[in-house]
T-cell receptor
């Protein structure tokens, strides 16, 4: 039973445009959500997080939106850059510092 | 180094062989996690330490898997009598309390 789902295995976006990566979850007890970025042969790198008490968190080109009623979160990257090409994992936990439940990832390709 | 260090980076084991995977967390990080990432999947939680105490081992798939962190720093994940289904990337992550986890590069285990 997949508690965190990323239904799009891949996404291709032109440089300079917006990338939108989506994530759905089923466990209403999740309280903290994170996005990690992963390059080949490297471990996941933390990108941005959001607590369930917020609906938006922004850090430079990256914004995460949380819709608790829909159990949905999204990551917006604008403008997208070729260096953003990687696999993006959505993760959820019962609280900050708790074990993470990951989605299956979305491979983002940003082309010139 | 400043990051989480894992060794070896790659390990090939014959079926039935025992293996030991090492994790050096970031100095001072209290929390340490082990995750297993199968091909095409997101990381899945195995076990969690707070200092030397193993507080959660609910994700260990069988009694062939054993983890320890005797002095609250370096951790070792041991897999006995390896099977082909154990082939995966094993990721270690560490964190200060209540903040995001930092991942190592992982150990890719191939059981032949």
């Amino acid at each position: 039973d997949q508690q965190v789902k990323q239904n799009s295995p891949s996404l291709s976006v032109q440089e300079g445009r917006i990338s939108i990566l989506n994530c759905d979850y089923t466990n209403s007890m999740f309280d903290y959500f994170l996005w990690y970025k992963k390059y080949p042969a490297e471990g996941p790198t933390f990108l941005i997080s959001i607590s369930s008490i917020k609906d938006k968190n922004e850090d430079g080109r990256f914004t995460v939106f949380l819709n608790k009623s829909a159990k949905h979160l999204s990551l917006h990257i604008v403008p997208s850059q070729p260096g953003d090409s990687a696999v993006y994992f959505c993760a959820a936990s019962l609280g900050p510092g708790d074990k993470l439940i990951f989605g299956t990832g979305t491979r983002l390709q940003v082309f010139p | 180094g400043a990051g989480v260090s894992q060794s070896p980076r790659y390990k090939v084991a014959k079926r039935g062989q025992d293996v030991a995977l090492r994790c050096d967390p970031i100095s001072g990080h209290v929390s340490l996690f082990w995750y297993q990432q199968a091909l095409g999947q997101g990381p899945e939680f195995l076990t969690y330490f707070q200092n030397e105490a193993q507080l959660d081992k609910s994700g260990l798939p069988s009694d062939r898997f054993f983890a320890e962190r005797p002095e609250g720093s370096v951790s070792t994940l041991k897999i006995q009598r390896t099977q082909q289904e154990d082939s995966a990337v094993y990721l270690c992550a560490s964190s200060l309390d209540q903040v995001e986890a930092f991942f190592g590069q992982g150990t890719r285990l191939t059981v032949v």
